[in-house]
């Protein structure tokens, strides 16, 4: 009977040390990931804070990977402002700051889209070609 306790004391333990090893931004919001700055999330900022407070070394493993993959910030903080005044000039510009690529205005079909971040622009101009 001892050695059955043992065992799932064992066990228990394991798994939540396990659970920690994982960053709480990562787990709870993984469509997060990839972002670079913003406003950081309480609710995953206190959920980390917590395994730093029973388990120190993965509460700090877990704060390190959610700001790696930037799954630690409110979705939203890196967008573009709206610019009223924009001219195609401009707009160039602004993207060729972001992607690297100029766009040619004086095409027959222009398709103008929102779009959440310079990575989906990118990755739609470059599946454009």
């Known amino acids: ?3 059955l ?5 064992a066990l228990l ?7 920690q ?6 787990v709870f919001y993984p469509e997060r990931k990839g972002q670079v700055s913003g406003r950081i ?3 995953v900022a206190i959920a980390n804070g917590v395994g730093l407070l029973f388990f120190v070394v993965p ?10 993959t930037g799954a630690i910030y409110l979705p939203g903080g890196g967008r573009a402002e709206l610019q009223p005044n924009a001219t195609p000039d401009s ?4 993207l060729y700051a972001s992607t690297g690529q100029r766009i040619d205005w004086q095409q027959d079909r222009v398709l ?6 310079a990575d989906e622009a990118r990755q739609r101009l470059i599946a454009s070609r």
């Open 1 to 3: 009977m001892k050695i």
């Open 5 to 9: 306790q043992r065992k799932s004391l």
């Open 13 to 19: 333990l394991a798994g939540a040390l396990t659970t």
């Open 21 to 26: 090893l994982a960053a709480c931004g990562t």
């Open 41 to 43: 999330d309480p609710v």
């Open 59 to 68: 509460g700090v493993i877990a704060f390190a990977v959610d700001f790696a």
């Open 91 to 94: 707009l160039n510009d602004s």
């Open 112 to 117: 103008v889209e929102a779009l959440g971040s």
